[in-house]
């Protein structure tokens, strides 16, 4: 008989996102928000009365459930839910206005709104009279505010409180069982270079081999405690939960905060991990950290851009046993490289290599492969491939293509061809050049932004830098370098002048009081570069 019979104990793997949550001890701490933590078994009850709760307002498998709220418990159990009723959770940045809000909730066609009370004013401007929305559900509100919302609505769209989903049957929901781990579990939002955010539509199975990948070389048990500080919309923040529950650690929310708040939730909770973006890390560089926020600390890790290596050696001074782990990814592929910590001292300029169960190819236009050394485009094959860009046939094609040299055939299998240009050494560690549309094109020369700014961040006068290119009719492009106060101009351009070739020097310096964040954390270049060509 097969190990894999009835009598045999066997389980089949998970194929939702929300099977996340079995296994382990169900009564160690799963999820906390400020004063409140609910354990593994909790969770799973949470969910699946919400689960319940959604299949009896109709929601049924592929609608897609937009989340519109900030990091708190009830949102990590809304996005678990809508994958439990098999239908597709679509998470927004609680600091989206209406313009955004609206888009993403027409071009994804949502069916359901889940959000706070404190929201519900923007959610009713960003929703017209054609909307696809028949639910909003309100969490924290209470049954009366949804009775006064819904007074205040039309008569098309229904407000129900999320006490009512709450206190749902757990009953299973007869149709999450036909859910298959290829369908869509989740739609996440990116900003594009042009017009509104883009859906990267992601499958069950996208979700849970990222998440056993990450968690794997990350090495997440139940022993650690995972600062969640980036936002769930931003496919690091999701990894950051989902990474986490798979292993079974223990989640600590938190949403918009500074710097020093970081480092004392890590002491008050005993953090173990944490992942930032580069803007952010800047930040905590330069704040104390005690011993009670570093003695648990056993990895810290980037994504998000490039860290500035003046930063990473104070946060290995900082956090002296705490691993660095240095990644890349891009949210069509979650994620696809990172550097070995015993790697960091030999390269720290590198991306390190392919994180488990993805192939990183560096190709030529034409898709041959590159030779060391030589510059080419960074090609995603593997089970993190996302299904492509939702509602948006022709820029999926492009992104989504064949991979290098495949036989071809009826159904080639496709890869992300990344757009990001990337050498491989001669050991096969990968660099990171820059995005082809953020390169800077200046007389007869390719530069890219990262370089500029790396010598910038070296000279010791910059804290926060990012070069750009700006239009000129005889060099194609100058450069112009924008930091953050307090900044001495002068020094900072005759330090430059002693690092960079004459072609890389920044036409002008640029100082402001703050550079602005897009809503993921990252310096907003769009913004920088609306601000400089005024």
């Not at 159990?77 to 600091?95: D, E, H, R, Y």
């Not at 209470?142 to 757990?170: C, F, H, K, M, Y």
């Not at 000279?459 to 100058?478: I, K, R």
């Amino acid at each position: 008989m097969s190990d894999r019979s009835a009598g045999s104990g066997w389980s089949p793997p998970p194929v939702r996102v929300d099977r996340l949550i079995g296994g382990g001890d169900p009564d160690r701490p799963a999820v906390t928000f400020k004063s409140q933590t609910v354990t593994y078994r909790e969770l799973a009850d949470r969910v699946a009365r919400a689960a319940r709760g959604l299949h009896a307002l109709g929601i049924r498998r592929g609608d897609r459930v937009v989340v519109y709220a900030p990091k708190q418990i009830e949102t990590v159990v809304a996005l678990l839910a809508a994958s439990a009723a098999g239908a597709v959770f679509v998470p927004v940045n609680p600091l989206f206005k209406a313009r955004h809000l609206a888009h993403v909730v027409a071009d994804c066609g949502a069916r359901a709104v889940i959000t706070t009370a404190q929201r519900m004013e923007t959610v009713q401007a960003a929703l017209p009279g054609d909307a696809t929305v028949e639910h909003v559900v309100l969490i924290g509100g209470g049954p009366s505010t949804g009775a006064d919302a819904a007074a205040a609505w039309n008569d098309r769209i229904r407000v129900a409180a999320w006490e009512q989903l709450a206190e749902s049957d757990p009953a299973a929901v007869p149709d999450a069982e036909a859910v298959i781990d290829a369908d869509i579990a989740a739609i996440l939002y990116t900003s594009g270079s042009t017009g509104g955010p883009k859906g990267v539509a992601l499958s069950h199975r996208n979700l849970l081999a990222g998440a056993e990948s990450v968690a794997g070389y990350l090495g997440h048990s139940e022993q650690d405690t995972i600062l969640a500080v980036l936002p769930l919309s931003f496919d690091a923040g999701l990894s950051q939960l989902t990474t986490s529950l798979i292993a079974g650690a223990h989640v600590i929310l938190a949403n918009y905060l500074l710097p020093r708040d970081v480092v004392r939730l890590c002491a008050r909770h005993g953090v173990s991990g944490l992942t930032c973006v580069p803007p952010l890390w800047i930040q905590l560089a330069a704040q104390e950290w005690p011993q009670e926020a570093t003695e648990r600390l056993r990895y810290f890790a980037n994504t998000g851009g490039r860290m500035p290596k003046a930063t990473l050696d104070r946060l290995r001074e900082l956090l002296p046993s705490a691993s660095p782990y240095l990644m890349y990814g891009l949210t069509e592929a979650f994620r696809s490289t990172y550097l070995d910590p015993a790697e960091v001292d030999r390269r720290p300029d590198s991306i390190g290599k392919a994180i488990p169960n993805a192939e990183i190819l560096v190709v030529r236009p034409d898709g041959s492969p590159c030779a060391p050394r030589e510059h080419g485009e960074l090609v995603h094959r593997g089970a993190l491939v996302a299904q492509g860009y939702w509602n948006d046939p022709e820029r999926t094609a492009r992104r989504y293509r064949p991979v290098p040299g495949a036989s071809g055939g009826a159904r080639p299998e496709l890869a992300v061809w990344s757009g990001d240009t990337v050498y491989r050494d001669e050991d096969g560690f990968l660099y990171f050049v820059g995005r082809e549309d953020e390169m800077i094109k200046t007389s007869g020369y390719r530069v890219s932004p990262a370089e500029v700014e790396e010598a910038a961040y070296a000279t010791g006068l910059a804290t926060e830098a990012v070069a750009l290119g700006v239009g000129d009719e005889q060099l194609g492009q100058h450069i112009v370098l924008i930091v953050s106060e307090p900044c001495d101009t002068g020094l900072l351009e005759k330090a430059l002048a002693q690092e960079l070739p004459a072609y890389m020097m920044p036409r002008s310096v640029v100082v402001l009081s703050e550079l602005p964040r897009s809503v993921n954390g990252k310096f907003d270049r769009p913004e920088l570069r609306r601000m400089v060509e005024r």
